[in-house]
T-cell receptor
Framework: SQQGEEDPQALSIQEGENATMNCSYK?????LQWYRQNSGRGLVHLIL?????REKHSGRLRVTLDTSKKSSSLLITASRAADTASYFC???????????FGQGTRLTINP | SQTIHQWPATLVQPVGSPLSLECTVE??????LYWYRQAAGRGLQLLFY??????ISSEVPQNLSASRPQDRQFILSSKKLLLSDSGFYLC?????????????FGEGSRLTVL
């Protein structure tokens, strides 16, 4: 069963604007990760946030985690056309050696 | 540095034919290995994972199987393909003991079953 669910399913914004994607999950986690996938390619890891962390930054990326609400958000600031991709959150299933991915958010940046 | 290779990149197979997708990792030892499938425009479904040679965990009952004949080789197979097996298959690895740490993905194998 799916652990993480992203919202919205699709997002289209103008270049330079900020993009926010959300992820909700159902059970307790050790960490939550965000990945990016360009069309027809493999996924690339963006950022990992541990359950005892509330916010993390990496370049133009900002991730927050609210374990009480079982949710996370990914913010991309000052978006660029090259940010056009699908973005997935992934959570670890408790006690298991695996990551479970959500359905993803398709982000389109219009020049 | 570590690299992951998947092949073939694309294949078209008739219903009922066999399948073999291969994945190899270089530059590391005893990695955890994973096979995911992605339907068009959808998320990733975990099919199999392996924490060591000969150790395979299956997540979804289906007509697919996985094997790990060598430390850094992971093979996805089927004896008879179904139409529903079409999709984008992704192999991934992470460091042994990392459990649910960062995953490194291959470029994928796109399978079309006709």
């Amino acid at each position: 069963s799916q652990q993480g669910e992203e919202d919205p399913q699709a997002l289209s914004i103008q270049e330079g604007e900020n993009a926010t994607m959300n992820c909700s999950y159902k059970t307790s986690i050790n960490n939550l990760q965000w990945y990016r996938q360009n069309s027809g390619r493999g996924l690339v890891h963006l950022i990992l946030i541990r359950s005892n962390e509330r916010e993390k930054h990496s370049g133009r990326l900002r991730v927050t985690l609210d374990t009480s609400k079982k949710s996370s958000s990914l913010l991309i600031t000052a978006s660029r056309a090259a940010d056009t991709a699908s973005y997935f959150c992934a959570t670890d299933a408790p006690g298991a050696q695996k990551l479970v991915f959500g359905q993803g958010t398709r982000l389109t940046i219009n020049p | 540095s570590q690299t992951i290779h998947q092949w073939p990149a694309t294949l078209v197979q008739p219903v009922g034919s066999p399948l073999s997708l291969e994945c190899t990792v270089e530059g590391t030892s005893n990695p955890n290995l994973y096979w995911y499938r992605q339907a068009a425009g959808r998320g990733l479904q975990l099919l199999f994972y392996s924490v060591g040679i000969g150790q395979i965990s299956s997540e979804v009952p289906q007509n697919l199987s996985a094997s790990r004949p060598q430390d850094r080789q992971f093979i996805l197979s089927s004896k008879k393909l179904l139409l529903s097996d079409s999709g984008f298959y992704l192999c991934a690895w992470n460091h042994h003991g990392a459990g649910t740490g960062e995953l490194f993905f291959g470029e994928g194998s796109r399978l079309t079953v006709l």
